[in-house]
């Protein structure tokens, strides 16, 4: 669709103070042709930079192209996704800075184990019941984006893929678990979770 696509290109070039998106129009042109969905990615990439400028300004939007220009896999990385998965474009559009996270060579190939995520759902803010439980679905988010790049862009075998959802899903259950035993002042053997279908089989989707 040329005349969408031009809009979201005008849009986006609108955005950028620095002139660093005249040449990642450029390379996003060449990663773009052979993606599933371009229009679809050029879409998701405007709504993304309409979030992050509202979350950050103006500012925000011209260090997120700086930050492309300097290193192009990110790029690729970021219109592989909004080119291959509503559902994870709009996962990094709700919680843009999810995306910084998610390409940390640390985080990024590697399997992260269950402690560690257990531990940083331990870790989250423990203020009112309603702030934890959004930190508790950023922090989802933030995995489905990172196992999503892995699998989408990286080849990760499937695998891996299941059982890193699978123990994500068992960490968000512990950690939310953990916590409504100490909010009713029980011993955390004082409740039980029963999980049916596929839990336990480390054989989770999305």
């Known amino acids: 669709e040329p005349g969408r696509a031009y809009r979201n290109l005008r849009s986006l070039a609108s955005a950028d103070p620095t002139g660093a998106f005249l040449r ?20 998701n990439w405007e709504r993304f930079l309409s979030a992050l400028r509202e979350a950050g300004g103006a500012e925000a939007a011209g260090e997120h192209f700086r930050g492309l220009a300097a290193q192009p896999r990110r790029l690729d990385i970021l219109l592989a996704v909004f080119a291959g998965s509503q559902f994870l474009s709009d996962a990094l559009i709700r919680s843009p800075a999810i995306f910084d996270w998610a390409t940390q060579p640390e985080h990024l190939h590697r399997v992260r184990p269950r402690s560690e995520m257990l531990a940083g759902v331990r870790g989250l803010e423990a203020g009112s019941r309603e702030t934890w439980l959004d930190e508790l679905r950023r922090a989802r988010r933030r ?5 999503g790049i892995r699998d989408i862009c990286l080849g990760a075998p499937i695998q891996e893929i299941m059982r890193e959802l699978s123990m ?6 512990q950690g939310a678990w953990e916590r409504e035993a100490a909010e009713a002042g029980l011993p955390p053997e004082g409740l039980s979770i029963l999980a049916f279908g596929k839990l336990g089989g480390e054989e989770l989707n999305y």
């Open 24 to 43: 990642l129009a450029v390379l996003a042109t060449d990663f773009l042709k052979d993606r599933p969905d371009p229009d679809m990615a050029l879409n």
């Open 143 to 147: 995995e489905y984006v990172r196992l």
């Open 168 to 173: 994500l899903a068992e960490a968000l259950l």
